[in-house]
Nanobody, 129 residues
Framework: QLQLVESGGNLVRPGGSLRLSCVAS????????IGWFRQAPGKEREGVSC????????RYAESVKGRFTISRDNAKNTVSLLMNSLKPEDTAVYFC??????????????????????WGQGTQVTVSA
C-alpha cells in the first residue's frame, strides 16, 4: 500500500521551531519530486516548499523564505521540513506530497498541489502564545 505519513506537528510558541517528517512506504521517493503544503481553517491549501528528486532544485513560498528548510533523505525514504521563527499565521495542517516525476516542469509549478499524486494525512501545527 502506497502511503505517506507525517509527524512532528505540535503546539509551539511564536518564535519557536518544529521539524516535520514524512515517511513513505510502499514506494520509493528516489524518483519523486516532493512538496510540503498547508491548509489553515477556512483557507485553501497552499504550497510551502518543494524539492526535486535529487534535491538540486528547491522552492519556497514567499511567506516562509528564510525561515523554513526542506530536506530529503532518499536512503531513508523520508522528507523533512524544518520550521524556525514560527508565527501564528503558520498555524495549519501540514501535508507532505510526492509526485510521479523527479522534477516538476516548469519548476515554478512545484508549489501547485495539482502536480502531486500521493498525499499524507497531515499533521497539525499550532503557533500560539
Amino acid at each position: 500500500q502506497l502511503q505517506l505519513v507525517e509527524s512532528g506537528g505540535n503546539l509551539v510558541r511564536p518564535g519557536g521551531s518544529l521539524r516535520l517528517s514524512c515517511v513513505a512506504s510502499g514506494f520509493s521517493l528516489d524518483n519523486s519530486a516532493i512538496g510540503w503544503f498547508r491548509q489553515a481553517p477556512g483557507k485553501e491549501r497552499e504550497g510551502v516548499s518543494c524539492m526535486s528528486s535529487t534535491g538540486g532544485i528547491t522552492r519556497y513560498a514567499e511567506s516562509v523564505k528564510g525561515r523554513f528548510t526542506i530536506s530529503r533523505d532518499n536512503a531513508k525514504n523520508t522528507v523533512s521540513l524544518l520550521m524556525n521563527s514560527l508565527k501564528p499565521e503558520d498555524t495549519a495542517v501540514y501535508f507532505c506530497a510526492a509526485s510521479n516525476v523527479p522534477l516538476v516542469h516548469p519548476p515554478s509549478r512545484c508549489l501547485s498541489s495539482a502536480e502531486y499524486g500521493y498525499w499524507g494525512q497531515g499533521t497539525q501545527v499550532t503557533v500560539s502564545a
